[in-house]
């Protein structure tokens, strides 16, 4: 029995000795490796920049945290519907509030009643996804724009294709209606903000100035102005009666994906990284961190 113990206890002493000759091997590799491909100095200054990286992660999860814990949601979901095939890109409501309608990447639009959420109907006609749907509420009008890159009108009365506008070279992913006037605007992926008489279906103007995709227009409910976020990190002012942009705000560092004008006169909008408002061409940043 001792012979046996003492042989098991030799051989785990072998076996030690094997890993911290092989962990010392793999460490003088590493370190010469390191000393090869970059200088001492780069290399500290490499690991000084992954402790801070951490360090700030860190930092910020502990803040969001906090947040999270601060904040007291008092939200409950009221019901969840499951019916497209793909994923839901618009969504929209009537006037009364009774109907809501969804665009979907599965090439369909379908009116649902609200709150029940009873599909009530389904309108096939684009041939690739959605991407943009809006209500025209003075004469019961749906508008919606596709990577087709065509723009339909439906009649929601016959739930039919009425008018279809074509002239976009890429594919469309943002409309608006300036109601007043009754202009329809659109802007896409070949950069361009065109404007659409919706009394004689024809285009009136193009409007050039973004060097990527517009992914999404708002109108002035007063004023005859557009505002426009794209993918080439800008939010453009436009004037109707010259077609001319006429500020630029240029702060961001990654794409802006979507807008929202409110009452109060602030624009809200949502980049990649985090939300923002903006109020007199200020703009105010990290409202809430994504």
């Given at each position: 029995k001792k012979k046996k113990i003492k042989l098991i206890t030799h051989q785990k002493i072998v076996e030690?000795?094997?890993l911290?000759?092989?962990k010392s091997v793999i460490q003088n590799v590493l370190e010469k490796d390191l000393t090869k491909k970059t200088s001492p100095s780069k290399s500290m200054y490499h690991i000084k920049k992954k402790i801070l990286s951490n360090f700030i992660r860190k930092q910020y999860y502990e803040k969001i945290r906090k947040k999270e814990s601060a904040i007291k949601f008092t939200w409950k979901m009221y019901n969840a519907i499951f019916a497209h095939l793909g994923w839901i890109r618009s969504i929209d409501f009537n006037h009364t509030n009774s109907l809501f309608f969804t665009g979907s990447s599965d090439r369909t639009i379908?009116?649902?009643n609200f709150p029940k959420g009873n599909l009530l109907s389904t309108l096939p006609g684009h041939v690739d996804q959605i991407t943009d749907i809006l209500?025209?509420?003075?004469q019961d009008l749906l508008y919606s724009s596709s990577l087709d890159k065509t723009i339909k009108c439906w009649d929601l009365k016959q739930n039919r294709v009425i008018n279809q506008y074509y002239g976009h070279k890429s594919g469309v992913y943002s409309i608006n209606?300036?109601?007043?006037?009754?202009i329809l605007f659109s802007g896409g992926r070949d950069c361009v903000i065109k404007v659409w008489d919706t009394k004689s279906n024809k285009e009136v103007n193009s409007m050039h100035g973004h060097e990527n995709t517009v992914m999404k227009i708002i109108t002035d409910r007063i004023n005859p102005k557009i505002i426009s976020g794209s993918m080439d990190r800008t939010i453009k002012f436009w004037d109707l009666r010259t077609s001319k942009c006429t500020s630029s705000i240029n702060t961001f560092?990654?794409?802006v994906r979507d807008l929202k004008l409110s009452n109060d006169g602030y624009i809200y909008g949502i980049s990649l990284d985090f939300f923002f408002?903006?109020?007199n061409f200020e703009v105010f940043i990290n409202i809430i961190e994504l």
């Open positions: 030690e000795n094997k911290t000759s092989e379908k009116i649902w209500i025209d509420h003075d209606l300036f109601s007043p006037l009754k560092n990654n794409a408002k903006i109020k």
